[in-house]
């Protein structure tokens, strides 16, 4: 049968053959597309780009979906090891705040396990906000991999739907009458 569908439609088997190579990643095991959300830092969703394949370096779509326009001077990127700035960024006093690591080295400085401490701090609410748009039952199943563009407009009605829910970090009064 799946040789038949080879001969059938040439065209659409390739196709769809060289989209599941794009969008697989080795380090999930399966096939993935990916987001650049963009969190305030009262914890609502302020940009979703549209969905890049698994495979696309973040370099080239924090470049593709021109992050920096998201960005004013002196705001601050919070990313993984390996994330670069842009030139642009750069020249706008763009922040970096990257977790360290120990390549190298025996062990961390104390400024080091501060800094650390302190992104990690503030990631936990990244990835809550994020996390609150993978609660929707719709992202609970592999979606087909055809729907890549129709994911991007899901992706961006779920962050919505985050943001008019109540507040994810609580402020200090909310926190001291509850």
Do not use: W
């Not at 360290?100 to 503030?122: D, H, N, W």
């Amino acid at each position: 049968m799946y040789c038949r569908l080879l001969r059938d439609k040439p065209a659409a088997a390739k196709k769809k053959l060289m989209l599941r190579a794009q969008t697989y990643s080795s380090y999930k095991a399966h096939n993935t597309v990916k987001f650049l959300i963009v969190i305030a830092p009262n914890g609502y969703i302020m940009y979703v780009s549209p969905a890049y394949v698994g495979r696309a370096s973040d370099k080239y779509f924090t470049q593709d979906c021109k992050l920096e326009d998201h960005l004013g001077p002196g705001g601050e990127v919070m990313a993984d090891r390996g994330f670069t700035l842009t030139t642009s960024m750069i020249t706008e006093g763009v922040k970096l705040n990257v977790p360290a690591f120990t390549k190298g080295k025996s062990q961390l400085s104390e400024e080091e396990v501060t800094r650390t401490r302190r992104i990690a701090s503030v990631r936990i609410h990244v990835e809550r906000a994020i996390n609150r748009i993978k609660t929707y039952r719709i992202f609970k199943q592999a979606l087909p991999i055809k729907s890549k563009k129709t994911i991007s407009q899901m992706i961006l009605v779920c962050a919505g739907l985050c943001n008019l829910k109540g507040p994810l970090i609580a402020t200090r009064r909310e926190a001291t009458t509850e």
